[in-house]
Protein backbone atom coordinates (compact mmCIF):
# COMPACT_ATOMS: atom_id res chain seq x y z
CA UNK A 1 0.00 0.00 0.00
CA UNK A 2 1.51 3.38 -0.77
CA UNK A 3 0.43 6.37 0.88
CA UNK A 4 1.33 9.93 0.66
CA UNK A 5 1.33 12.64 3.35
CA UNK A 6 0.85 16.05 1.59
CA UNK A 7 1.15 19.18 4.04
CA UNK A 8 0.99 22.32 2.74
CA UNK A 9 2.41 26.42 3.63
CA UNK A 10 3.55 26.88 7.29
CA UNK A 11 3.59 23.10 8.19
CA UNK A 12 7.79 22.87 7.67
CA UNK A 13 7.71 25.32 10.80
CA UNK A 14 5.95 22.50 12.75
CA UNK A 15 8.10 22.66 16.44
CA UNK A 16 9.05 26.34 16.12
CA UNK A 17 5.53 27.76 15.16
CA UNK A 18 2.75 28.59 17.72
CA UNK A 19 3.78 25.51 20.15
CA UNK A 20 0.83 26.33 22.25
CA UNK A 21 -1.33 25.22 18.76
CA UNK A 22 0.84 22.84 16.96
CA UNK A 23 2.98 21.10 19.19
CA UNK A 24 6.76 20.92 20.12
CA UNK A 25 7.80 18.38 17.46
CA UNK A 26 8.47 18.41 13.72
CA UNK A 27 7.26 16.87 11.34
CA UNK A 28 10.50 15.58 10.42
CA UNK A 29 11.20 14.33 13.47
CA UNK A 30 7.81 12.43 13.84
CA UNK A 31 7.98 10.72 10.48
CA UNK A 32 10.11 7.63 11.18
CA UNK A 33 8.19 7.20 13.97
CA UNK A 34 5.10 7.02 11.77
CA UNK A 35 6.62 4.94 9.19
CA UNK A 36 8.20 2.31 11.94
CA UNK A 37 4.49 1.85 13.67
CA UNK A 38 3.03 1.06 9.82
CA UNK A 39 6.14 -1.17 8.75
CA UNK A 40 3.74 -2.67 5.75
CA UNK A 41 2.82 0.33 4.49
CA UNK A 42 4.98 3.20 2.27
CA UNK A 43 4.59 6.38 3.38
CA UNK A 44 6.16 9.72 1.11
CA UNK A 45 6.37 12.60 2.43
CA UNK A 46 5.93 16.45 0.45
CA UNK A 47 5.55 19.77 1.77
CA UNK A 48 5.17 23.21 -0.16
CA UNK A 49 4.43 26.55 0.50
CA UNK A 50 2.97 26.81 -2.80
CA UNK A 51 -0.36 26.19 -3.73
CA UNK A 52 0.28 25.37 -7.47
CA UNK A 53 2.93 22.45 -6.23
CA UNK A 54 0.20 20.98 -4.27
CA UNK A 55 -1.88 21.25 -6.90
CA UNK A 56 0.63 19.67 -8.73
CA UNK A 57 1.27 16.84 -6.28
CA UNK A 58 -2.32 15.66 -6.19
CA UNK A 59 -2.59 15.57 -9.92
CA UNK A 60 0.43 13.55 -9.99
CA UNK A 61 -0.34 10.90 -8.00
CA UNK A 62 -4.25 11.48 -7.49
CA UNK A 63 -4.99 8.21 -9.82
CA UNK A 64 -2.29 5.87 -8.57
CA UNK A 65 -2.25 5.89 -4.64
CA UNK A 66 -4.07 4.28 -2.63
CA UNK A 67 -4.53 7.44 -0.36
CA UNK A 68 -3.26 10.67 0.37
CA UNK A 69 -3.35 12.20 4.13
CA UNK A 70 -3.89 15.90 3.35
CA UNK A 71 -2.97 18.97 5.99
CA UNK A 72 -3.54 21.91 3.28
CA UNK A 73 -3.02 24.41 6.06
CA UNK A 74 -4.12 27.99 5.79
CA UNK A 75 -5.50 26.64 2.05
CA UNK A 76 -7.92 25.06 3.87
CA UNK A 77 -10.57 27.63 3.83
CA UNK A 78 -9.44 29.52 0.99
CA UNK A 79 -8.71 27.24 -1.91
CA UNK A 80 -10.82 26.50 -4.20
CA UNK A 81 -8.26 25.29 -6.88
CA UNK A 82 -7.31 22.50 -4.01
CA UNK A 83 -11.02 21.66 -3.43
CA UNK A 84 -11.40 20.83 -7.18
CA UNK A 85 -7.73 18.72 -7.31
CA UNK A 86 -9.22 16.90 -4.39
CA UNK A 87 -12.65 16.44 -6.21
CA UNK A 88 -11.09 15.67 -9.29
CA UNK A 89 -8.64 12.85 -8.39
CA UNK A 90 -9.38 8.99 -7.18
CA UNK A 91 -7.60 8.79 -4.92
CA UNK A 92 -9.07 8.87 -1.80
CA UNK A 93 -8.12 11.58 0.54
CA UNK A 94 -8.53 12.30 4.68
CA UNK A 95 -8.44 16.06 5.61
CA UNK A 96 -6.10 16.21 8.90
CA UNK A 97 -5.27 19.28 10.60
CA UNK A 98 -3.06 19.46 14.06
CA UNK A 99 -4.91 21.52 15.85
CA UNK A 100 -9.20 21.21 16.67
CA UNK A 101 -10.35 23.53 13.64
CA UNK A 102 -14.02 24.16 15.64
CA UNK A 103 -11.90 25.64 19.03
CA UNK A 104 -10.23 28.23 16.69
CA UNK A 105 -11.17 31.53 15.18
CA UNK A 106 -14.34 31.13 13.27
CA UNK A 107 -12.83 31.29 9.72
CA UNK A 108 -10.92 28.47 10.66
CA UNK A 109 -13.87 26.56 10.95
CA UNK A 110 -15.02 26.14 7.33
CA UNK A 111 -13.46 23.60 5.34
CA UNK A 112 -13.53 23.93 1.34
CA UNK A 113 -11.74 20.72 0.95
CA UNK A 114 -13.91 18.46 3.36
CA UNK A 115 -16.76 17.43 1.17
CA UNK A 116 -14.07 16.01 -1.28
CA UNK A 117 -12.61 13.76 1.53
CA UNK A 118 -13.43 10.65 2.73
CA UNK A 119 -12.82 12.02 5.84
CA UNK A 120 -11.32 14.57 8.67
CA UNK A 121 -9.59 14.46 11.54
CA UNK A 122 -8.48 17.29 13.73
CA UNK A 123 -7.03 18.27 17.25
CA UNK A 124 -4.70 15.37 18.05
CA UNK A 125 -1.28 17.01 16.97
CA UNK A 126 0.76 14.76 14.85
CA UNK A 127 -1.38 12.11 16.00
CA UNK A 128 -3.70 12.99 13.47
CA UNK A 129 -1.87 12.09 10.66
CA UNK A 130 -1.27 8.47 12.65
CA UNK A 131 -5.10 8.23 13.04
CA UNK A 132 -5.69 8.84 9.31
CA UNK A 133 -3.08 6.34 8.41
CA UNK A 134 -4.62 3.70 10.24
CA UNK A 135 -7.81 4.80 8.77
CA UNK A 136 -6.12 3.53 5.18
CA UNK A 137 -4.55 0.77 6.61
CA UNK A 138 -7.97 -0.82 7.39
CA UNK A 139 -8.56 -0.42 3.83
CA UNK A 140 -5.87 -3.22 2.53
CA UNK A 141 -6.74 -4.29 -0.80
CA UNK A 142 -7.30 -7.72 0.12
CA UNK A 143 -10.65 -6.42 1.48
CA UNK A 144 -13.90 -6.03 -0.81
CA UNK A 145 -14.69 -2.73 -2.46
CA UNK A 146 -10.95 -1.09 -2.08
CA UNK A 147 -11.11 1.65 -4.45
CA UNK A 148 -7.66 2.22 -5.82
Do not use: W
Request: with cysteine; net charge neutral.
Amino acid sequence: MQLLILNGPNLNLLGRREPGIYGTRSFDDYLPELRAAFPDITIEYFQSNHEGELLDKLHEIGYTYHGIVLNAGGYTHTSVALADAVAAINTPVIEVHLSNLHAREEFRQRSLLGKHCVGSISGFKLESYRLAVQYFEGLRPRRVGFKV
